[in-house]
């Protein structure tokens, strides 16, 4: 415990925890909408177990750190590149993103029913929360690369991870609840997560595109919908207040 001692540590720390929040928008975001096709009684059970599920994955590979790190060994070559055993989860999950993002998108565009919101059962519920493990592991090799990099303490980064998962957990039902009541943020969302799916095939590939574009050119679209959003409100709040109006005319 001997950082506590050292103010480069608690830097670290919350340097740490705040980049930790902010690479786990995706995971995060992708939770939400798994866990919303499950019935409504499961859904905040789904989030609290997915975000767990989450924690402890990444603090499993911070413990198995020699492995991760060994993760960058190069196994084989395929035209001109070569491959390691990063860039193959990278690859896995970047297809998964891709196949479950668009199935989701059909699903809401085509208006089918989900089976789970229909049965409920545990074996959907655990389905479920396979998918979001599948996830959780390829989105945690990144944060852990991240922190090992930023900080040389592991009880450090076990901190920031724990720290960062709690305060996704507190945010985590506003946020599903916000994307689940606007159809065009969940699609935004799903067409977010299809772009991290191509960024992740990318890097699996070789090529390196900067997240960062990625998360700007979705901040700026969730802030023109926003816009869109309370324009609506403005125009229906408008439109009631003035049939509201021709009605009292009519009664006088």
């Known amino acids: 415990m001997e950082w506590i001692t050292r103010p480069e540590a608690w830097i670290a720390l919350a340097t740490l925890t705040a980049l ?29 177990i997915g975000l767990g599920l ?9 413990l198995s750190i020699t492995w991760v790190m060994g993760l960058k060994t190069e196994l084989f070559t ?34 089918e029913e989900d089976a789970t919101k229909k049965g409920g059962s545990s074996s959907n519920f655990i389905f479920t929360m396979l998918q979001i493990a599948v996830i959780d592991i390829v989105f945690s090799l990144d944060s852990v690369i991240t922190a090992v990099g930023l900080a040389k303490d592991v009880q450090v980064m076990i901190i920031a991870i724990i720290i960062s998962i709690g305060i996704m957990m507190l945010g985590a039902k506003a946020i599903s609840d916000f994307v689940e009541a606007h159809p065009t943020i969940k699609m935004l969302a799903l067409s977010f997560l299809i772009l991290v799916g191509v960024t992740l095939l990318a890097e699996g590939a070789g090529f390196e595109i900067p997240k960062g574009y990625i998360y700007f050119a979705m901040a700026f679209s969730i802030s023109v919908e926003m816009l869109n959003i309370r324009l609506r409100k403005k125009a229906a709040k408008a439109v009631h207040l003035h049939s509201t109006m021709n009605i009292d005319g009519e009664k006088a």
């Open 20 to 48: 930790e929040i902010v690479l786990g928008i995706d995971n995060i975001i992708f939770l939400s909408i798994l866990a919303g096709r499950l019935p409504k009684e499961q859904q905040g059970k789904g989030r609290i």
């Open 54 to 62: 989450a924690m402890m994955t990444r603090i499993a590979l911070l």
């Open 78 to 111: 395929l035209v001109s590149h070569t491959f390691s055993g990063r860039d193959l989860i990278l690859l896995g999950g970047g297809l998964f993103l891709l196949a479950k993002s668009t199935q989701e998108i059909h699903q809401s565009l085509e208006g």
